[in-house]
Each structure stands twice: as C-alpha cells, then as structure tokens.
C-alpha cells in the first residue's frame, strides 16, 4: 500500500539543526520530495532527491536517503524563526504524490 | 520567477450548490493536478490531467467532480453538488513531465461548505 509517516512535531531553539524524519512504503518511488507549508499558504517545494542517491545538499538543507530502510530525513542547519512552518515528506507514484501528515516545525528565539 | 495561481482564495457555498475552482497552471506545463487538504489531515491526490483528458483519479474523485482546461490557460474543478464534508483546502499543481520532474503548487482555494 501506499502510506507515509512523520513525526506530528519538532521544537528546536533558533541557531540549532533541526532534523525532520519520514518512512515511506513504496519501494517504487524514483523522486522524494519535501514541501513546506507556511500558515495560511500553499506547499513550496524546498528540495527533492532522486532514488539512486542517499544524500544532496542545498545550502542550509541536507537531505538523506536510506533507501534499504525507506527512511528519508530533511537537515535543517542553523535554523531561523523563518523555518517555522509544516514540512511534507512526499514521493511520487506514476506522476500522483503520495504525502506524509508533516511534522510541524516550531522555531523558538 | 514563473508560479501557479489559483482564484478564489476562499469560497463559502451552500450544501448542494455547484462550485468551480480555477487555477492557472506555469505556461510550459504539460501535467495538471488537484489535491485536496481537510482541516489537519493530510494532502491527498484527486486527479491528474493530460492532454485534454484525466490520466489518473483517486477513489475521492467521484461522479460529482470534473476537471476542464476551457481554454490554452486555465485548469478547473467543478464540484457538482458540494456537500459538507467537501470543506478543505484544494490545492493545484502542474509539472513539466508526469515523474521525472517536481510539481509545483499553487496557493489553494479553502471551500466552506454550510
């Protein structure tokens, strides 16, 4: 079947890394992505990767792939007030995305 | 930089009206979708749209929906007879190419049903 899990929340102080993590079930999927949803606004794609890799980096976001365990996490460095927000973890499935609850990121000063 | 737009921002309707949601995908996209998000749920897929025809639908998307690119620029959603439990977040989304690229999304429509 097809189903993603996250974790609801995440506190983390400004400055810190934050960490945000999600299993997914379809051993299929060539693209993951993660969103994020900001009050009130529609998902932003912040970064994906592609199946065949277990890492990429785009500037503050480190994304890790473990595809042996169908695990995928979302590294936010030096996180700001402005992370605050819901993060999706999401794959895709012959062209539909299949998404998490997100993991709803607190940013405390 | 090129994004997706989506009128109304809010819609309010009446149980058993009809009720149309309009996006405006990115010009060079080729695939079309709606989602849908009900108050602290998760996003899930309607339909997805190519060359003039659905390519694929959930079991959400029922009899009472339809989706229509009218013209070269908008992509629409008619929800036929609206009923209580059709109050969400309806999201647009469009991509280039159906797996091999990401989808981008647009700002929703929140539809309250009453």
């Known amino acids: 079947g097809e189903d993603v899990e996250q974790s609801l929340f995440l506190s983390v102080r400004e400055g810190d890394s934050s960490v945000i993590n999600c299993t997914y079930t379809?051993?299929?999927?060539?693209?993951l992505y993660w969103y994020k949803q900001e009050p009130g606004a529609g998902l932003q794609l912040l970064t994906y990767?592609?199946?065949?890799?277990d890492m990429k980096q785009d500037q503050r976001l480190t994304v890790l792939l473990n595809k042996k365990d169908k695990h995928l996490s979302l590294r936010i460095a030096d996180t700001q007030t402005g992370d605050s927000a819901i993060y999706f973890c999401?794959?895709?499935?012959?062209?539909?995305?299949?998404f998490g609850q997100g993991t709803e990121l607190s940013v405390k000063p | 930089e090129p994004e997706v737009t989506q009128t109304p921002s809010h819609q309010v309707t009446q149980m058993g009206q009809e009720v149309i949601l309009r996006c405006v995908p990115i010009?060079?996209?080729?695939?079309f979708y709606w989602y849908r998000q009900i108050l602290g749920q998760k996003v899930e897929f309607l339909v997805s749209?190519?060359?003039?025809?659905?390519?694929?639908k959930s079991e959400i998307f029922d009899d009472q929906f339809s989706v229509e690119r009218p013209d070269g620029s908008n992509f629409t959603l008619k929800i036929r007879s609206t009923k209580l439990e059709d109050s969400a977040m309806y999201f647009c989304?469009?991509?280039?190419?159906?797996?091999?690229?990401?989808?981008?999304f647009g700002p929703g429509t929140r539809l309250t049903v009453t």
């Open positions: 990767i592609f199946s065949n890799m």
């Open positions: 379809d051993s299929s999927s060539t693209y």
């Open positions: 989304a469009s991509s280039e190419n159906r797996e091999l690229s990401e989808q981008y």
């Open positions: 010009s060079n996209h080729l695939y």
């Open positions: 999401a794959y895709n499935q012959g062209g539909k995305l299949i």
């Open positions: 749209f190519y060359n003039n025809e659905i390519s694929e």
